[in-house]
């Protein structure tokens, strides 16, 4: 996820990429970011990569952040520095634990999505700033949908957006699968389902709909849609998405 911010950010261009530094043990990965974007800083030196930052941002499995930030938190100017924390379930108030004073932090879910400015990106802050909040909103709105909400819709949110972009994939892959069931090359199957989930998202949008009247438009009476939509419910379609994405979302 930490690559796929910084090459979001890199991409989008609101932030120099001169100005984006990142830090990771693993050297190939960062060979990979560097080739990609040459401007771009690397490290294997947390406490590098920090000084004179505007934000610091903690993209690590939620069991590393308390290594992590033990590994900074000397270092950090806490009336100045922002610190974003990506790692899910780690909550606020264990935030503030592991760093000193009153430290600025925001917790930010975003998705793969990132990389391509399509996140959705869901923000919690604690002792930050309206102003603060407004900064993270645009910074973050170059790269999808920003939502700020209260820290207790985070795993909510991270169910639906998150998770929820893996099991949009799992969507494409089973769509195309039937496509080449009824003789359509894989290829093609994906670009139909594709460009067929592109024009639900956009009539969505445009139209503000809700999905069932979308539905209604094209489910006419003894018509091949409403069979087939019967035989996904009968199958339990929308019981399958409902119960997996409500066993994704976190205590």
């Known amino acids: 996820m930490g690559g796929a911010i910084a090459r979001g950010l890199a991409n989008?261009?609101?932030?120099?990429?001169?100005?984006?530094?990142?830090s990771d043990v693993?050297?190939?990965?960062?060979?990979?970011?560097?080739?990609?974007?040459?401007d771009i800083n690397v490290?294997?030196?947390?406490?590098?990569?920090?000084?004179?930052?505007?934000?610091?941002?903690?993209?690590?499995?939620?069991?590393?952040?308390?290594?992590?930030?033990?590994?900074?938190?000397?270092?950090?100017?806490?009336?100045?520095?922002?610190?974003?924390?990506?790692?899910?379930?780690?909550?606020?108030?264990?935030?503030?634990e592991y760093f000193i004073g009153e430290a600025m932090i925001f917790r930010l879910i975003p998705n793969t999505a990132i990389e391509v400015s399509e996140s959705?990106?869901?923000v919690s802050g604690s002792n930050v700033s309206k102003e603060q909040e407004l900064m993270i909103?645009?910074?973050?709105?170059e790269?999808?949908?920003?939502?700020?909400?209260?820290?207790?819709?985070?795993?909510?949110?991270?169910s639906l957006s998150s998770c929820g972009i893996a099991y949009a994939f799992r969507y494409i892959r089973a769509a195309m699968e039937a496509g080449v069931e009824m003789g359509v090359y894989p290829?093609?199957?994906?670009?139909?389902?594709?460009?067929?989930?592109?024009?639900?998202?956009?009539?969505?949008?445009?139209?503000?709909?809700?999905?069932?009247?979308?539905?209604?438009?094209?489910?006419?009476?003894?018509?091949?849609?409403?069979?087939?939509l019967n035989e996904m419910e009968a199958n339990g379609f929308s019981n399958a998405v409902i119960k997996g994405l409500k066993a994704s979302k976190l205590p």
């Not at 693993?26 to 040459?38: E, G, H, I, Q, T």
């Not at 406490?47 to 930052?53: F, L, P």
């Not at 590994?71 to 974003?84: F, G, N, P, T, V």
């Not at 909400?149 to 985070?154: D, G, H, M, N, Y």
């Open 12 to 22: 989008a261009g609101s932030v120099k990429v001169s100005g984006i530094s990142v």
């Open 26 to 38: 693993n050297n190939a990965s960062l060979d990979v970011l560097k080739s990609a974007f040459p």
């Open 43 to 96: 490290s294997n030196s947390n406490r590098e990569i920090i000084k004179d930052a505007d934000i610091i941002m903690l993209a690590v499995k939620p069991w590393l952040i308390e290594t992590v930030s033990a590994e900074i938190r000397d270092l950090i100017d806490y009336e100045s520095q922002l610190i974003i924390s990506v790692a899910a379930g780690v909550s606020l108030n264990q935030l503030h």
């Open 120 to 122: 959705v990106s869901t």
């Open 137 to 141: 909103s645009a910074l973050f709105g």
């Open 143 to 158: 790269l999808g949908k920003v939502f700020i909400v209260p820290e207790t819709q985070l795993n909510a949110f991270m």
């Open 187 to 228: 290829q093609i199957s994906k670009e139909v389902v594709l460009q067929t989930l592109k024009g639900a998202v956009a009539l969505l949008e445009n139209t503000n709909a809700h999905p069932e009247a979308e539905i209604d438009k094209v489910t006419t009476p003894g018509g091949i849609t409403i069979r087939g």
